[in-house]
């Protein structure tokens, strides 16, 4: 093969191999800029700080239930009126379950025994836009394993169509330089990025470190402005199964809301 007419190939591809990287760091930091929907990043969370957990403490602070020592949840008057939502789809769902039961409960009881909750629950963080991000990774996760194959086929028949003639003159020397040249840069390019490829075909930046997402504002707000109700309210989330209170005094254990 003519070694200018396979320069002329071989080092765009190369300028562009590199190119595009630089292009996609850019798009991700924008999406990790964008909002996100505050209970779809807590939902990674301990479960005592997780979205379930910051979806009551949010209906705890806009007075639609309250909790006792027991860590019961109950609706007020305002929580029990069909016509008044939370604004929120994880909140409501946790309120429409309270409105199913004929008795106060623990959030641990909702969150583990509720059919309909937890249905609610998986579909708020299966939706559309997430059933969209997965297809988009699969469809990234192909492409990449696709591109290392074909840049392996590639770097194949350069370094064969190096090995076929000598050179002529300083115009094909110089073509050849530049091709060898940009052949090993997409080596190192192969080298570097292909064992990154997990078993599901992505490529994962190993020196990103985890960071775990911020406390949801609610249970801020609610640790902060009503201490001993979060703390019951962690409890009521660890208690999965229903006790019968054999008429204990109320005492301390009277019900509580945030105002």
């Known amino acids: 093969m003519d070694p200018v007419a396979l320069a002329c190939a071989v080092v765009p591809v190369t300028v562009l191999l590199y190119g595009v990287p630089v292009v996609r760091d850019r798009l991700r930091a924008r999406l990790r800029a964008a909002p996100v929907d505050p209970y779809r990043a807590a939902a990674g969370r301990w479960p005592t700080e997780d979205d379930v957990q910051a979806a009551a403490a949010q209906l705890l602070l ?43 409960t623990t959030l641990g009881i909702i969150a583990f025994h509720d059919p309909d909750f937890r249905a609610a629950h998986a579909e708020f963080h299966g ?23 074909l840049l392996t086929g590639e770097l194949t028949f350069v370094f064969l169509a190096l090995l ?40 994962f930046a190993a020196s990103e470190p985890h960071v775990p997402p911020a406390l949801h504002p609610a249970l801020a707000e609610l640790s902060e402005k009503a201490p001993e109700a979060a703390a019951w309210l962690r409890a009521g989330r660890r208690r999965t199964t229903r006790r019968r209170n054999r008429g204990r005094r109320g005492g301390r254990g009277g019900e509580t809301g945030v105002g």
């Not at 639609?64 to 609706?75: D, E």
């Not at 939706?127 to 591109?147: E, F, Q, V, Y």
């Open 164 to 203: 076929d003639r000598l050179p002529q003159g300083p115009e094909q020397w110089a073509a050849t330089a530049a091709t060898g040249l940009a052949a090993l840069a997409q080596l190192r390019f192969l080298v570097r990025y292909g064992d990154r490829l997990g078993a599901d075909g992505r490529r």
């Open 62 to 104: 806009d007075g639609l239930v309250t909790i006792n020592h027991r860590g019961n949840l109950a609706l007020t008057g305002t929580g029990a009126d069909v016509a008044r939502t939370a604004g929120h789809p994880l909140p409501d769902a946790l309120l429409a379950a309270l409105r199913r039961r004929t008795a106060a």
């Open 127 to 149: 939706g559309p836009g997430a059933s969209r991000a997965r297809r988009a990774r699969d469809a990234s996760s192909c492409l990449a394993a696709t591109g290392m194959l």
